[in-house]
C-alpha cells in the first residue's frame, strides 16, 4: 500500500486548509482510515477517524473545526481544517486505523501569522 498526503501549507490562524491522501491497493473500501498529526518534539497523535461505514471521530482538539470525509471511487481520504490555530501546526498524516507500520510522506502544515 502507498499512502500519499497532499494540500497542506503554510496559513495563517483563522485560516482553513484541505488535505488529501490517496491510498493505493485494494484495502481502502474495508477499512477505517484517519488522520494522525505529529507536531514539533511531539508524539505523533490521532486527529479524525473515518470507518467503511462512515462512522466518524475527532480528537477533542479539532471538534467543530475539522471535517473527515473519503470518496471510495477515488481511494482517498479527505480533511477540511477550519479555524486553524497555531497549535494545529504539525506534519499531517493519513494510516488505516489502527495504523499500518508503514508510514508515507506526510505533509507540513504550518499555521503563523
Known amino acids: 500500500v502507498q499512502l500519499q498526503a497532499s494540500g497542506g501549507g503554510l496559513v495563517q490562524p483563522g485560516g482553513s486548509l484541505r488535505l488529501s491522501c490517496a491510498v493505493s491497493?485494494?484495502?481502502?473500501?474495508?477499512?477505517?482510515w484517519g488522520w494522525y498529526r505529529q507536531a514539533p518534539g511531539k508524539q505523533r497523535e490521532l486527529v479524525a477517524v473515518i470507518t467503511s461505514g462512515r462512522i466518524i471521530t475527532y480528537t477533542d482538539s479539532v471538534k467543530g473545526r475539522f471535517t473527515i470525509s473519503k470518496d471510495n471511487a477515488k481511494n482517498t481520504v479527505y480533511l477540511q481544517m477550519n479555524i486553524l490555530k497555531p497549535e494545529d501546526t504539525a506534519v499531517y498524516y493519513c494510516?488505516?486505523?489502527?495504523?499500518?507500520?508503514?508510514w508515507g510522506q506526510g505533509t507540513l502544515v504550518t499555521v503563523s501569522s
Open positions: 494510516n488505516k486505523a489502527p495504523a499500518l507500520n508503514y
Open positions: 491497493g485494494s484495502i481502502f473500501r474495508s477499512n477505517a
